[in-house]
């Protein structure tokens, strides 16, 4: 741990602290989890970019997410999901314990816009609900969810989210639905 204090200046670590919601030790832990990802080119470039493939292979709750690549790609500062340390930070100070409902809920509502066209709509949902327990999923066929049942779920949430009756979830309709499954915000985390 001692190496990677000198890798960062006092004046690094004070501005990391106050862009994130991570003490300067967790941000030291979180670049030790950084170069774990690529140990040869991390400590050749510290501003090293790791490809998303690389990511994806070696960073387990990332790995196991079943919208793992989204999330690289919406933190990515080249938007193909290849991360520098900064985005990296980004990333695990939006999933830590400490950031607060707000931030969350909306970083929640861009990885769910599949589509990127500020709503969540049933193209959205369909995406959504395919990856979680689709053909997209890890489950095996036999446990995946049927077209048929994907439709009534798309239609229940639309029903009781859709505040306005567009047939779509607004920005302010996705947070009101949040707000309401409070145990949403103990699963949107990624543990340092």
């Known amino acids: 741990m001692g190496q990677s204090k000198s890798v960062f200046s006092q004046e690094e670590l004070e501005e990391y602290q106050e862009l994130t919601y991570f003490s300067k030790a967790e941000i030291v832990h979180a670049f030790e989890r950084f170069q774990a990802l690529d140990p040869d080119h991390v400590r050749q470039n510290r501003h090293a970019s790791i490809r998303l493939a690389t990511v994806l292979a070696h960073f387990p709750e990332i790995k196991v997410n079943p919208f793992g690549e989204r999330i690289c790609k919406l933190f990515s500062s080249d938007g193909e999901g290849n991360l520098t340390f900064e985005d ?3 990333m695990m100070s939006v999933f830590s314990e400490n950031a607060d409902k707000d931030v969350k809920t909306e970083w929640a509502f861009m990885i769910y816009d599949f589509n990127n066209d500020n709503v969540i709509d049933r193209s959205d949902l369909t995406t959504l609900l395919s990856k979680l327990c689709g053909a ?3 489950a095996p066929p036999e446990e995946q969810i049927s077209p048929e049942t994907m439709k009534e779920v798309i239609d229940k949430i639309i029903a009781e989210g859709d505040l306005d009756d567009d047939g779509m979830l607004s920005y302010p309709e996705f ?3 949040i707000l309401k499954s ?3 915000f103990g699963t949107f985390r990624i543990r340092m």
Do not use: G, I, V, Y
């Open 88 to 90: 990296f930070l980004d």
């Open 136 to 138: 997209e999923s890890r």
């Open 175 to 177: 947070e009101h639905a």
């Open 182 to 184: 409070p145990d949403f």
